[in-house]
């Protein structure tokens, strides 16, 4: 019986030097926050759109290709190790209980604050009250493990119902919620259930294969919203969240050309980038390393507000992270 050790991980890593000098291009995406949960968006003046004609963006066109090249080559040449890979899928079924636990305790937190799925998603009047109860209802079943594939249709319903409630641009920015909802209807909970809705062999050995899957397009589909939706078509919006939160530390470091609007085209860049990787399927538990640790830094400079918006993706990372890419819906 092969043992993981801690060393193995050290080893791996190792061999995936090549990759890290490209983290230099991921910097940006420390501004990577949700630009709309600290700027009032709806009143923020219009700036002048980035053009497919500026030298910027063609820049980080071409950086992007070749960061994806680099993932297509690590993803082909240097596969995970057979110690460490191992010590993952002994882990699968418990990393999939603790995130149902988890999210459903985020779901609870969420309704406690006043919003549905992110801060900005505040319902009003009685359509509200029917979206903050069914969430609260939906987070007790998970957290408890009763009936999760159940509350998994019912995630289905209630993003349904927030769309009519706020509109499609709104929900866009919350498309990991889909993949969540698809992941645990098909896989339930594995370990420390109460109780689960049975279902038959034939339509579990159907669709397990995809349930990793769709939660990593859904969540790579999230990351590419976000980084268009709040940066490269709306700067404006990051602008003001600059001025309030003055990250452009590439002017810190002696760029002083590097302005905040050229930053902000960074920044939406490199949270694209993270979310085609994902849909993509290429060096998923590398992509999910890296942005945990954005994740993580975020979370530190900006507080609470911060780490409540963001539990769904913290559970998300460390589904991905033990699982990584799954053997569906991927170009490799």
């Excluded at 289905?156 to 509109?167: K, M």
């Excluded at 909802?181 to 159907?206: K, N, T």
């Amino acid at each position: 019986m092969k043992i993981f050790r801690i060393s193995d991980a050290f080893q791996y890593m190792s061999r995936l030097q090549i990759f890290f000098p490209l983290s230099f291009f991921f910097i940006p995406s420390l501004a990577s926050a949700h630009v709309k949960w600290f700027v009032d968006y709806q009143h923020s003046t219009s700036t002048r759109p980035y053009l497919f004609s500026d030298l910027p963006v063609i820049f980080w066109v071409v950086v992007s290709l070749l960061i994806l090249c680099a993932g297509f080559w690590i993803e082909k040449k240097l596969p995970v190790p057979a110690k460490i890979l191992g010590f993952f899928h002994r882990s699968e079924d418990a990393i999939i209980s603790f995130f149902t636990a988890f999210i459903g305790f985020g779901f609870i937190i969420f309704s406690i604050q006043g919003y549905v799925f992110a801060p900005v998603l505040i319902p009003q009047g009685s359509a509200g009250f029917f979206l903050l109860s069914t969430q609260v209802i939906i987070g007790v079943g998970m957290l408890l493990g009763i009936g999760v594939r159940f509350f998994a249709g019912m995630l289905f319903i209630l993003y349904g119902a927030s769309v009519l409630s706020f509109g499609i641009g709104e929900m866009i920015d919350a498309l990991e919620v889909i993949g969540i909802a698809c992941m645990l209807f098909i896989l339930g909970r594995p370990r420390w259930s109460l109780f689960d809705i049975p279902v038959s062999f034939e339509l579990l050995s159907r669709w397990k294969p995809y349930a990793i899957p769709l939660l990593r397009v859904f969540t790579g589909l999230n990351l590419i919203a976000l980084g268009f939706n709040e940066k490269i078509l709306h700067p404006s919006w990051s602008l003001a969240f600059l001025q309030a939160h003055p990250w452009n530390f590439m002017q810190m470091i002696g760029f002083h050309a590097y302005s905040d609007y050229w930053f902000v085209l960074s920044a939406g860049a490199v949270e694209a980038l993270f979310g085609l990787v994902f849909v993509l399927g290429i060096v998923t538990r590398v992509n999910t390393i890296v942005l945990g640790c954005f994740f993580a830094t975020t979370l530190m400079l900006l507080g609470p507000l911060e780490l409540f918006g963001h539990i769904l993706h913290f559970g998300i990372v460390a589904v991905l992270l033990i699982w990584g890419s799954g053997e569906k819906l991927k170009i490799s």
